[in-house]
């Protein structure tokens, strides 16, 4: 109760801020007008003090489709504007804050700026920008919608201390600036939603970041995201430490959709060929175990993925209930404790990313997924594999429950190619992955995946294409039904089974399968007789009806549809038992 009138407080207040900047400026701000080209940031961090200061040029572009007078640019609020230049000329800006649940403080600092001359679409323009503060744990947006403290820290862990500094970009800290719409936690979608669109405008922007100068007493900064390119500086060994004198030097690759993530610890480095572990003292046998692991799963991820594009990295939380975070070929996990099936698990997915590149989440991630479940099914077979999609298929029942329905124009918005809902584009993904091998065999679908070209993935059907020269199957309608459009899950319930003996003693059923769901699958039928089972798969395009003919060797038992490979809305009515007849 507490924490919702503190919400609505929140939200008051979040409202009365934007409302004051609009009365400032006389019309209402655009906050998303302007992408980020490019970042040349000079980072210093000061660990004793918790400290960080960033001096540089960011480089604007108007995606609107009016002229722009008003740029906004935002920090974590836990940092100040100090000042902002456009061509040499220090320019008006108010400084206000602004509550967003996309920092871990729940708020901005967001500069207003008033621009020297308008900036027309497709414009450009280079702003000079210095700000500072101090990043400590804070996990606010989290307790203020009721996370208890204790969970709400493991997640947002971010901080710069002298034991560990850790911060994260956009969606946790704002350490770079950014141009958001609010996102708040307790409005269903809203945070994926905002940093999806973010994640869609900076797509191809470029950031160069100097880090330092460091002197002699520090540690060896270490700055972890996709595809980074790093020099200096001069390291040295000292009381059994990395040290680094002079400053580090760091380009991103552009095109790349996940955020930077600085990392200054006393790690240790374990090198195998597929992968990099760094973890903190004392963590030795349990980095070795993790890197063993991700070692013996390697040649598997590699056939089905792909040779590496880049090797994975894993780096250590010093927090053992620290929540996984993951950036593509970046994993930081707790390394504590010997869990090498949970390594084995989270490496086949790590070493996707490292494999794999699209910049379509439902194909990046979603592969990922499928990729765990591909190592479970090799490792304890396919039931095992079906378990774990099992786990998530709580979360997207959730999701796409029937009452939820999409109306015709969520279709669209909600598919996968479109959603920016982490249940469909991981979840419901990693089961069409799954749905697609079982419909056009492993082979096929390999040879798809091989083919793939992220600079080639330029529409939707992209990938439906190379699949299609690699089959025989129709896979067009599977597509409509799962990709393209959000037409909920399938509901099969076997309608009938007729079962007569042949002239050989064996038996023939006749099995008809309703399919009451809005969206088409190929489905497993299985069979079950005194004795043993027999599987086949039929296709049920949505609201129809399919007949399948199986022959036993005695008469059949029990009709079971879906073994839980095709996410369903209902599965109550599924079995269906055969009456034993009169001979
Ligand atoms: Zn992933």
């Not at 494999?355 to 396919?382: C, D, N, T, V």
């Not at 669209?412 to 991981?426: A, G, I, K, P």
């Not at 679908?445 to 299609?468: F, G, V």
Request: glycine share 6%; aromatic share 8%.
């Amino acid at each position: 109760m507490k924490s919702r009138a503190l919400q609505s407080a929140v939200r008051f207040l979040g409202l009365l801020c934007a409302l004051c900047a609009a009365a400032l400026n006389g019309f209402s701000l655009d906050r998303e007008a302007f992408s980020f080209t490019n970042y040349d940031l000079n980072v210093q961090v000061e660990p004793e003090q918790h400290r960080l200061g960033v001096r540089g040029k960011i480089t604007l572009r108007n995606g609107s489709q009016t002229p722009q007078k008003i740029a906004v640019l935002q920090i974590s609020s836990s940092l100040d504007w100090r000042s902002v230049k456009a061509g040499d000329k220090v320019v008006q800006f108010v400084t206000q804050p602004y509550t967003s649940d996309i920092d871990h403080t729940g708020g901005l600092s967001e500069a207003i700026v008033t621009l020297p001359q308008p900036i027309a679409p497709k414009g450009t323009v280079e702003v000079e920008i210095a700000y500072e503060g101090v990043i400590v744990v804070d996990a606010t947006r989290l307790t203020r919608i009721g996370t208890p403290e204790e969970a709400a820290k493991s997640a947002d862990w971010d901080q710069i201390d002298t034991n560990f500094t850790a911060v994260r970009g956009a969606g946790y800290v704002t350490w770079y600036p950014i141009a958001t719409e609010v996102a708040n936690l307790s409005e269903g979608n809203s945070l994926f939603e905002v940093l999806g669109r973010w994640k869609e405008r900076e797509a191809g922007s470029r950031m160069h970041l100097r880090i330092g100068p460091l002197s002699g007493d520090n540690l060896l900064p270490q700055v972890l995201f996709n595809g980074v390119v790093c020099h200096g500086p001069t390291t040295y060994e000292s009381m059994g430490a990395t040290r680094a004198i002079g400053s580090l030097d760091c380009l991103n690759q552009p095109l790349l959709p996940e955020p930077p993530t600085l990392i200054i610890a006393d790690y240790q480095i374990l090198e195998r060929p597929a992968i990099e572990v760094r973890y903190l003292r004392a963590h030795d046998a349990s980095a070795a175990n993790f890197a063993d692991e991700a070692q013996k799963v390697s040649p598997f991820i590699t056939e089905w993925f792909g040779p590496q594009r880049e090797k994975a990295k894993t780096a250590d939380l010093p927090d053992p209930r620290g929540a996984t975070f993951e950036s593509g070929a970046l994993l930081l996990t707790p390394l504590v404790g010997d869990n090498s099936k949970q390594a084995g698990l989270s490496a086949a997915h790590q070493l996707t990313h490292a494999s794999f590149l699209s910049f379509r989440p439902w194909i990046e991630e979603g592969l990922a997924h499928f990729a765990q479940a591909l190592y479970l099914e090799r490792e304890k077979g396919r039931p095992a594999a079906l378990e774990y999609m099992g786990l998530h298929r709580a979360s997207l029942g959730e999701v796409e429950r029937p009452t939820t329905l999409p109306r015709s124009d969520d279709e669209v918005t909600r598919s996968l190619v479109n959603t920016t809902s982490e249940e469909l584009y991981r979840s419901k993904a990693m089961y069409v992955w799954w749905m697609l091998r079982d419909m056009v065999g492993e082979a096929a679908l390999k040879k798809a995946i091989a083919a793939y070209r992220p600079e080639d993935d330029k529409e939707p059907s992209y990938i439906q294409r190379l699949i299609t020269v690699q089959t025989q199957r129709d896979v067009e309608w599977f597509f409509d039904d799962w990709v393209y459009h959000d037409r909920g899950l399938p509901d099969f319930k076997v309608e009938s089974a007729y079962s007569r003996q042949t002239t050989t003693g064996s038996s023939i059923v006749t099995i008809t399968v309703d399919n009451l769901g809005t969206t088409g699958a190929e489905v497993p039928v299985i069979v079950k007789f005194k004795g043993g089972e027999i599987m086949h798969r039929l296709e049920v395009r949505a609201r129809n009806k399919g007949v399948i003919r199986v022959e036993t060797p005695v008469p059949p038992q029990e009709i079971v549809v879906n073994d839980g490979s095709v996410p369903e809305s209902k599965t109550a009515n599924n079995i269906f038992k055969i009456e034993p007849t009169e001979k």
